[in-house]
């Protein structure tokens, strides 16, 4: 098959950064790639399989005869500049919020729902970061036992705010060891040496839309418009990978071995659960790898058809630019690049 035209959107930000990784370490069949941010980056040099390519400050005219876009430069620039993309021929691949939830827009994780892909009209989603490590872990579980509840709190690294976050985590850290106070400036308080349970402005509910993306989504991806889901998000002073620990009610009894048995067949998935030995996914050891791990499985006592466990996947690879590229892989591998 010929060599694809790619463009990145956010080139120079944390997870097109990534883009330009996965899409290398794939070997992903790219001939022209396009790097695009805003006008602050243009004529930066980045390098992209050994070559360096220029970055350009995104138009709508940056799209003519390009075949994938892949987005992450967030949701106003995606809804600012995805429809022209589209419409000029590009599919485009978008990580932000701006279409997720459309009727229109396929919301796919390739590991759970790859066939929604099929019918899509340009615009392609990608969905959460956490949302994605979520239903990778129980999309297998659903399939054998009908989920009915999850209640989930998260435990989000700061890349998932983008790469001024991470800086700014290294300076507050940096600035309380000196005695000095902390000032915040990308979020609301000091991350340094705390939590906040607050990921994206609070709705009218007194969820945040964090939480609230979560919910929708995972019904979304799931295909299950009934199933009840409740999310408490938080973000960590982690710099990579988000953590999970997830309550899920089933139809019928399960066993956390018959849940282990169906997790270790599973696509994408990396059991690490042995309580003897302390074993257990952790953010530190879980950055830079592929998988979805899940460890902690245990029965609920409070519930008879009721597990809990503990998932973390690297939030920047298999929550954004991983599962980004592994849609494009789909398309390229189905021959679904051709809009319905
Ligand atoms: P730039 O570096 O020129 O600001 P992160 O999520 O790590 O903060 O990265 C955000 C990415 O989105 C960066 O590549 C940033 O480019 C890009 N970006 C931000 N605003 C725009 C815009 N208006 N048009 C195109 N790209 C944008």
């Given at each position: 098959m010929r060599p694809l035209s790619v463009a990145i959107v956010g080139a120079t930000g944390m997870v097109g950064q990534e883009f330009i990784r996965v899409l290398e370490q794939r070997h992903f069949p790219m001939g022209k790639v396009q790097l695009f941010a805003s006008d602050r980056s243009s004529g930066k040099k980045l390098f992209v399989n050994h070559t360096e390519v220029e970055v350009q400050e995104t138009t709508s005219r940056s799209f003519d005869h390009v075949d994938i876009a892949l987005f992450s430069a967030g949701a106003e620039t995606s809804r600012h500049f995805a429809p022209a993309a589209a419409k000029a021929g590009a599919v485009v691949i978008d990580n932000?919020?701006?279409?997720?939830?459309?009727?229109?827009?396929p919301l796919v994780v390739p590991e759970v729902n790859?066939?929604?892909?099929?019918?899509?009209?340009?615009i392609i989603a990608n969905p959460n970061c956490s949302t994605i490590q979520m239903v990778v872990a129980l999309h297998p579980l659903h399939r054998t036992n009908p989920i009915r509840r999850i209640v989930v709190a998260t435990y989000q690294s700061v890349s998932g705010t983008g790469s001024a976050a991470m800086e700014e985590l290294t300076i507050q850290t940096k600035q309380i060891l000196d005695g000095r106070n902390a000032s915040p400036h990308v979020?609301?308080?000091?991350?340094a040496f705390n939590v906040l349970p607050e990921i994206d402005v609070f709705l009218y509910n007194g969820y945040t839309k964090e939480e609230w993306k979560m919910m929708e989504e995972t019904r979304k991806i799931l295909h299950a418009a009934e199933l009840g889901v409740s999310a408490t998000c938080v973000r960590v002073p982690v710099y990579i990978s988000h953590s999970e620990a997830v309550t899920v009610e089933f139809t019928n009894p399960i066993t956390p071995e018959d849940a282990k048995e169906v997790l270790s067949k599973a696509p994408g998935i990396r059991l690490l659960d042995d309580p003897d030995i302390s074993l257990y996914p952790m953010p530190w050891s879980v950055a830079g790898t592929d998988d979805v791990c899940v460890g902690r499985?245990?029965?609920?006592?409070?519930?008879?058809?009721a597990l809990v466990m503990w998932i973390v996947a690297d939030n920047v690879r298999k929550g954004a630019a991983l599962n980004a590229v592994q849609i494009a892989e789909v398309l390229l591998q189905k021959d679904w690049l051709k809009r319905s």
């Open positions: 932000s919020a701006a279409f997720r939830m459309e009727p229109w827009v790859p066939q929604d892909l099929k019918d899509h009209k340009g979020y609301p308080h000091q991350i499985i245990r029965r609920d006592v409070s519930h008879p058809n």
